[in-house]
Nanobody, 123 residues
Framework: QVQLVESGGALAQAGGSLRLSCAASERTVSRDVMAWFRQAPGKEREFVAAILSTGRTTYYADSVKGRFSIFRDNAKNTVDLQMNNLKPEDTAIYYC????????????????WGQGTQVTVSS
């Protein structure tokens, strides 16, 4: 059973930056698609970014493209999300996910999920 632990969530001002990190308990995730999702109060969980196993191919939601960047370090079993130019609408719990079971990387069809880390952006 792979465990994912997110960190880095905090209160930030609009226009500021945060970096989230997700640590996986097993090296097998180095072969997996890894992704970040978020869920705002009263809303459904939504895709933010994903990165393929080699780290050379990334995907982003339109709402974060140009502001967020996803990175992975397979030697450390980590995936980070660098968030710049934060907006109040980025406020949400951010979840790390690993091992896509099939379909689009933007779907919720991942085998493993972290517990989430809270990001709050004030205006």
């Amino acid at each position: 059973q792979v465990q994912l632990v997110e960190s880095g969530g905090a209160l930030a001002q609009a226009g500021g930056s945060l970096r989230l990190s997700c640590a996986a308990s097993e090296r097998t995730v180095s072969r997996d698609v890894m992704a970040w999702f978020r869920q705002a109060p009263g809303k459904e969980r939504e895709f933010v970014a994903a990165i393929l196993s080699t780290g050379r191919t990334t995907y982003y939601a339109d709402s974060v493209k140009g502001r967020f960047s996803i990175f992975r370090d397979n030697a450390k079993n980590t995936v980070d999300l660098q968030m710049n130019n934060l907006k109040p609408e980025d406020t949400a719990i951010y979840y790390c996910a690993a091992r896509l079971l099939g379909g689009s990387v933007r779907s919720l069809n991942y085998n493993y999920w972290g517990q989430g880390t809270q990001v709050t952006v004030s205006s």
